[in-house]
């Protein structure tokens, strides 16, 4: 395959060609309440081949290998018709390498029936919760080996083993459903997805407390964050803005997003770092070939770096981050996110719960969108705060906030920081990404609150 | 291959499913104003269905040449699979469902790189502050299905898709604007995607401030679609409903929303992008009543959902490559009603008119709760557009408001090719905004 690959790529007549090749399988197992749903195994080989040429680009994928060279020429082709923006690819290093998978406990090595027990065990901790209803259950895991080789003599070899489960309880009375969900995965270690039975409870805990949850008036309140809320508030408030490609052909958006402005008040920094070992988001080389990278994004609320891939770092005067990354070999690259997260500050959860006279503590989260200026972001569940305690768990509760605004509001920020692996990012129709969000406690004053129904 | 992969199979397993899937995609797209990339891509794999000892498997591949090893798999995700009591369809009679146009695929490139200056032309000339990023696609998907009972199915779609975006940046407010059109046909009408984006900046020249209450508010088409879909399309999904998953479990019969709302699922209009003349399984496609007047008539079935359920599938079957089928609804279309949009605005003394939501389907969906970010939608008082409304959330239960005495506008629009629905009013949904 080396060999094809290199030929193909000898002596073409563009600036930049590229191949990507990806080989992967599959394997997933859904419950359904007690009952098997889904049990299957997918395979498959792929590719792509992107050129670019006089500022376009030019992408070709396919599932058959038999004609690289032909396949190449027409990307190039491609390219030249696009070609007129002027833009040029930052230099990086030139590698030759095969990295491994990050591997703790392959999950290739626990066969289907014990994968299949360990379900079975967390739907029965599910169902002991009494007015839980229906349950659903699922398992996924891929291996990937991901090579990648361009006209400039990078050839890049990365292996992954990706894994994730996710568990969803139904409460039902009276007509009335309320659900919760759990999400983990991991890269490479299958002990991510062991030994869950409490979290599991817990989650089904969740969802019974929720059928009488009270609904909250919609309006501005003082918000405290859990961890698990505040990293994907980190990841829609700040990380999305953050990949260049929204702002790289926009001189006005570059204007507000310039370096150096102060975004956030000085207790947050937000970071996004591909080198953090064994978190879903993590890898050696973007799909660009270059190397993934700590990056800070905001430090001490001043914005200091952006996420890039190698045109918009040229475009922008900056170094490549090695932000480059594809779904799959279907897809071209994007300037996408790795692990994002808040540096941990100083106060205790405790601390900023106390100062709330009349406020909301939100945990764990359904999900967040952003349009860059606002974006919401969704808890799984929520109490009210009165007076510094903890007082009626609410439902619905949805935080909306404004690039511009919000990150001014944060006065509180905890020492707690954890990292979470069950999310996936969307973005170019590219969805689910592996990506881990992280951040201790947070408060936020002024939050607008959206309350349900 | 599919002969002697649904042979070998067959001796293996009591049933067997080949599922042959073939997409062609060329799309070009424009950013910052000019053309960016032109792409080719094709996509090709197979998903073998088993039945085995009363379980089914399901293997999956992108190579066409090892059977083998297809068929090894779906029999080791038989030995753990779902219970099966179906039959996979015999030979039936199919509807002709067009979703072919020769003139899709012999569109040149050049003349989709032509329509898309145009639209950014458009929108650029309008407004020259806007940048704009643009996407014209022709796509062609190619289906097989053949089963060991003897049904065999194949059917070809093309797909054109144009869409447009602009961006709009004052100062620290940015605004997004855009539309797009979905058809399996070529897309004549496509300058009209350019004047709703005018539209919309046009509108959004002004801004204005709300005050938090409850107050009427009037969805437009895409509105409704980035509130309502998502739930209603959970409600009516038999899986849901047989899990007790959703609100509308055991309601068949009974009045679960306002008798102005007729909704249907219609998988066989010609030439829309959901359509087909026979289901991811072979079942042929009907149309079907899922509420009339508000009652509830049928919820959407496949073959494994409905064996469960005791009922019948209703030709529902959706599948990716690669996952079982599990029931979907193709096209929602929603029966419009007899006022005029004007009218609808005009009757509004103070309210909001919804375009976009963000958040609203990332929650609590199966019991209806929701809560999302206005991002472009305008304040209205005594029925004229204000000005836009910016840090606003808007509230409520899917199923409550549905109940309320809603009105629907007589012209219903296609969103995102999937959703065929006209404009609606409700008369108080909770709206909260930033105080000033």
Known sequence: MRDQIESALRGLDAEHVS?????????????????????GRSRGIGGNIRAFAGGGWGFVSFNDFGELRSRAELAIHQAKLAGGSGNRLADRPVRDVVVPAHLLKDPRTVSLTDKKRLLDEYIDVMFSVPQIHTTEASYWDGARRV??????????????????ARFLAVARRNGTVQQAILSMGSLGDFAAVEQLHDKVRTTAERAVRLLDAKSIESGEYTVVCDQALAGVFAHEAFGHLSEAD???????????????????????????????????????????????HKNYLLKNGELVGRLHSRE????????????????????EPLVRMTNTYIEPGTATPEELIADVKDGIYAVDWYGGTTTMEMFTFSAAEAYRIRNGRLEEPLRGVVLSGNLFDTLQRIDGVAGDLAFAQGGGCGKGGQSPLPVSTGAPHIRIQSCVVGGGG | MIEQLLDRASKVSDQAEVYAL???????????????????????????????????????????????????????????????????????????????????????????????????????????????????????????????????????????????????????????????????RPIDDYRAIADEAIRQV???????????????????????????????????????????????????????????????????????????????????????ALAENGIVRNFVYDLATAALAGEQSTGSASRGLESLPSPGISALVISPGTRSHDELLGSIDYGLIVDEVIGATQGNVIGGDFSGNVVLGFKVEKGKIIGRVKDTVISGNVYDLLNQDLTLSNAPQWVHGGLFVPDLLLPAVSVASRSA
């Open chain 1, 19 to 39: 191949v990507h090749v990806e080989e992967y399988e599959t394997s997933r197992m859904t419950f359904r309440g007690r009952d098997v749903e889904d049990v």
């Open chain 1, 147 to 164: 090579v990648y080789a361009d006209s400039e003599g990078c050839y890049v070899e990365q292996s992954f083993v990706d894994l994730k």
């Open chain 1, 246 to 292: 929204f702002i790289y052909e926009n001189d006005r958006m570059q204007e507000i997003m310039v370096l150096g402005r102060q975004f956030g008040t000085p207790m947050v920094s937000i970071v996004d770092d591909a080198t953090l070992p064994g978190l879903r988001g993590s890898y050696a080389y973007d799909d660009e070939g270059t190397a993934g």
């Open chain 1, 312 to 331: 918009t770092a040229a475009k922008l005067g900056e170094e490549p981050t090695g932000n480059a990354r594809a779904i799959s070999y279907r897809h």
């Open chain 2, 22 to 184: 073939r997409v062609e995609e060329t799309p070009v797209s424009f950013e910052a104003n000019r053309l960016k990339q032109l792409q080719t891509s094709e996509t090709s794999g197979i998903a073998l269905r088993i039945i085995r000892n009363g379980r089914v498997g399901l293997a999956a591949s992108t190579r066409l040449d090892d059977p083998d090893s297809l068929v090894n798999d779906a029999v080791e995700a038989a030995t753990f699979g779902a219970a099966a009591s179906f039959r996979l369809p015999d030979p039936s009679t199919i509807p002709d469902v067009p979703g072919w146009d020769q003139a899709v695929i012999d569109t040149p490139v050049e003349r989709m790189v032509e329509i898309g200056y145009e639209l950014i032309d458009r929108l650029h000339s309008h407004n020259p502050q806007v940048v704009c990023d643009a996407g014209v696609s022709r796509q062609s998907y190619d289906v097989t299905i053949r089963n060991s009972n003897g049904g065999s199915h194949r059917y070809r779609k093309t797909i054109s898709a144009v869409n447009l975006m602009g961006t709009l940046v004052r100062g620290t407010d940015i605004l997004y604007v855009g539309d797009d059109q979905v058809w399996c």
């Open chain 2, 202 to 288: 046009d509108l959004a020249q002004k801004s204005a401030r709300i005050k938090s209450a409850t107050m009427p508010v009037l969805f437009t088409a895409r509105g409704f679609a980035s509130v309502f879909s998502v739930p209603l399309r959970i409600a009516f999904n038999g899986k849901r409903v047989l899990q007790g998953a959703s609100p509308l479990t055991g309601k068949r019969g009974q009045q679960c929303f306002s008798e102005k709302l007729s909704l249907w699922d219609d998988p066989t209009i010609p030439y829309a992008p959901h359509s087909s003349p026979f289901d991811d399984e072979g079942v042929p496609t009907s149309r079907l």
